[in-house]
């Protein structure tokens, strides 16, 4: 989780201790929130190159980001072409992925599907977009958003969308519960193997 631009900069090893490919994970980066987008493309790729470096040692699948304003993308590939197989564009409060989508499309980007932030902003219309579950590369699953962060998969409304999302998918997703108090993970986790048992998924 890589959410502030100065302060992961500065991460050292007591931040990404050397012995973590070690630990037989898989990882992928979310990319800083506070992105410096207003310096223009160029200095947002420099950024992320940056960070790359840091991390290039845990050999990350994928880099997460919330989208930035409309055009913005296109100036950091221009930039940064090599990012184009890496970015996935999240679904987030401001922005739902409709409006930049032809820009996704044409960038060749992939999408990070936050389902909390779906069903807590009414965003379902994203997944009427022309080809949007071919580019799912990532989902984020709770039960929404609350006053006290993100909820446990107890608290989705339809557990049924769900299992509609996983059907449309090809199967090589990572999936991520994003849920930070241990006991609601724990709970959650159960709740989503027993889901993937009644609805006859596969799961590990």
């Known amino acids: 989780m890589l959410l502030e631009t100065r302060g992961c900069l ?9 012995d973590l490919p070690g630990l037989g994970l898989g990882y992928h980066a979310h990319l800083p929130l506070d992105l410096p987008w207003k310096d223009g493309p160029a200095a947002v ?19 997460v980001l919330h989208p930035p ?12 072409p090599g990012l184009s197989s890496r970015l996935w564009l999240e679904n987030t ?7 930049l989508w032809d820009e996704i499309g044409a960038l060749g980007l992939g999408v990070c599907l936050d389902v909390g932030h779906m069903v807590s902003y009414g965003q379902e219309r994203v997944m009427d977009l022309p080809g949007f579950f ?30 509609d999302i996983l059907l449309r998918l090809k199967g090589d997703e990572t999936l991520v519960v994003e849920i930070f108090s241990l006991e609601e993970l724990g709970r959650s986790l159960n709740l989503l193997r027993s889901w993937l048992l009644g609805w006859g998924m596969h799961h590990d």
């Not at 304003?69 to 940064?80: K, W």
């Not at 958003?145 to 909820?151: I, M, N, T, V």
């Open 10 to 18: 500065e991460y050292d090893e007591l931040d990404l201790p050397a």
């Open 134 to 163: 071919e580019r799912v590369r990532i989902l984020h699953i709770y039960g929404g958003e609350s006053e006290r962060g993100h909820a446990g998969l107890g608290q989705l409304p339809d557990p049924n969308l769900l299992r």
């Open 69 to 80: 304003e409309p055009g913005d993308l296109s100036g950091l590939l221009r930039h940064r």
């Open 93 to 99: 409060r401001e922005r739902d992925l409709c409006e």
């Open 45 to 63: 790729g420099d950024v992320i190159f940056a960070l790359e470096q840091k991390i290039a040692f845990l050999r990350p699948r994928g880099y």
